[in-house]
């Protein structure tokens, strides 16, 4: 197992336990703390693997920083074309699904909704990100103005 498969793996085992929290605890003491109280996150420790990643990808690929000073979909090709370009790519996307699940799940909190609907959702955001999050906006939108 190459550096880049491995920390391509250690980021994929890293999310699931907090997803499963999002989806099956999103009220426990445990949640509340991961994800607003405590003082190192999960997705600090997503943002240094991502660093981990990203930097060798880029110190590798002279061509990269160019590619992302002017980006193009052939140079973006180009970045993610290697095993350190996808894991550093897919590190960076499982960081970002879960900053918007946090996000989500913070709001649906703030606003009192029921999780039964927001779990599913939470679902979206995980595979799809900002198709996810769009989801979530509407229904939340939609169960705010039927309240009122």
């Known amino acids: 197992m190459n550096t880049a498969e491995l920390w391509f793996t250690i980021g994929n085992a890293l999310i699931l336990p907090f ?3 999002l989806f099956f605890i999103p009220q426990s003491k445990a949640s509340i703390w991961v994800f607003e109280r405590s003082k190192v996150s999960p997705l600090h420790l997503l943002a240094l693997i991502y660093a ?3 930097i060798p990808a880029l110190l590798s690929n002279p061509e990269g920083l160019a590619a992302l000073a002017r980006p193009t979909l052939e ?3 180009g970045l993610l074309g290697s095993d350190a370009g996808a894991a550093a790519g897919w590190i960076h996307y499982l960081c ?3 900053f ?3 996000a989500v799940w913070k709001s649906a909190r703030d606003r009192k909704h ?3 609907w927001v779990s599913p959702v939470l679902g979206l955001v ?4 900002p198709l996810g999050w769009l989801t979530y906006e509407v229904i939340s939108r ?3 103005w039927r309240r009122v």
């Open 100 to 102: 918007v699940g946090v």
């Open 114 to 116: 029921g999780f039964f």
């Open 75 to 77: 140079g973006v090709k």
């Open 19 to 21: 997803w499963g929290m």
């Open 126 to 129: 995980l595979m799809f990100g």
């Open 142 to 144: 939609w169960v705010q």
């Open 52 to 54: 981990i990643t990203v």
């Open 96 to 98: 970002f699904d879960l």
